[in-house]
């Protein structure tokens, strides 16, 4: 049996340079999904897994992250004002409790095994959930729930990564693996590549940004030398990694978004407003309005 996994970490050091200029003071991770920012959405899928310690690997920039997860008195005393008591409500749920939110800097960018790595002294010894903010995985239970759930037929040491099906055209912009035999709801993996030529993709499924890994993760990222990209690269750390640990993949239920695209951001939108009672007539009518006139 797994460790309980009681803690996930979310790199949100990366510059967000596709999304400029809306991210030039704005870290990207703060761009909203309807009202949510990306980052809360992304944490709210932890909490809805039992996480209990949420480690953000921040970086320059940033301290906005820090804020929002914080209570605003002004914020609170205005409302309280005002009688919005549903609002109120809905702030203080959204906020993990106190003591349950750790910060620490990447301080250069040299990718996300590095900034994998930063988290090491947070984490400590024990497996750990790892949440790209720059997908969004729509559906109930989330994505890491599911993910928890497989790990209960799964050895003690394993690690395990949510993969999803990716048209060939778009692989190379992603981690790729191997599939072998397998096992309840997982398969195990044969191989890891990150970013391959579409000839060298070892298959059509791809590394969708949620991770459980074992903590040995962190004595191979400590050595890991820079891959793909020049970046110290989570990916190539896991391969080291897999030859002396099982890695297995779940094809979960439902659909990501890849926020950190243009249209895999706008597509989120969409859909989670298209989820709203409140916003979906109003905003069905504008859609087909807009699609009359092309
Ligand atoms: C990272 C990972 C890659 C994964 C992707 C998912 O790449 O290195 O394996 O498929 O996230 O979004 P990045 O998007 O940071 O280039």
Not at 239 to 251: A, D, H, R
Not at 260 to 279: C, E, H, P, V
Request: with cysteine.
């Amino acid at each position: 049996m797994m460790k309980t996994i009681r803690k996930a970490v979310f790199p949100v050091a990366g510059l967000g340079t596709r999304f400029l200029p809306a991210t030039k003071a704005l870290p990207k991770e703060m761009l909203p999904v309807v009202d949510r920012p990306l980052i809360q959405h992304v944490v709210d899928e932890a909490r809805g897994a039992g996480i209990e310690h949420f480690i953000f690997v921040t970086g320059r920039n940033k301290a906005v992250i820090e804020d929002h997860f914080d209570r605003q008195f002004e914020l609170e005393v205005t409302l309280k004002e005002r009688g919005k008591r549903g609002d109120l409500r809905s702030l203080s749920q959204d906020l993990p409790g106190p003591g349950t939110t750790s910060f620490t800097r990447q301080q250069l960018p040299l990718g996300l095994g590095h900034a994998v790595w930063c988290a090491r002294e947070l984490v400590g010894n024990e497996p750990f959930a790892l949440l790209l903010p720059d997908v969004l995985v729509k559906h109930n239970p989330g994505c890491l729930a599911q993910m928890i759930a497989a790990t209960r037929n799964l050895d003690g040491r394993a690690n395990i990564i949510a993969v999803e099906e990716t048209p060939l055209s778009r692989i190379h912009m992603y981690g790729v693996v191997g599939v072998g035999k397998p096992k309840g709801k997982a398969f195990s993996i044969t191989g890891m590549v990150e970013k391959p030529a579409r000839e060298a993709a070892p298959s059509n499924l791809t590394i969708t940004g949620r991770y459980i890994l074992q903590p040995d993760i962190f004595d191979v990222l400590e050595k890991q030398e820079t891959g793909a990209g020049g970046e110290i690269q989570l990916t190539d750390a896991m391969i080291q990694l897999s030859k002396s640990q099982p890695f297995y993949g779940l094809k979960f239920d439902g659909r990501a978004y890849d926020c950190g695209s243009k249209i895999g951001f706008l597509a989120a939108n969409i859909a989670y407003a298209l989820d709203r009672d409140d916003i979906a007539p109003a905003l069905l009518d504008e859609i087909n309005t807009l699609l009359a006139k092309r």
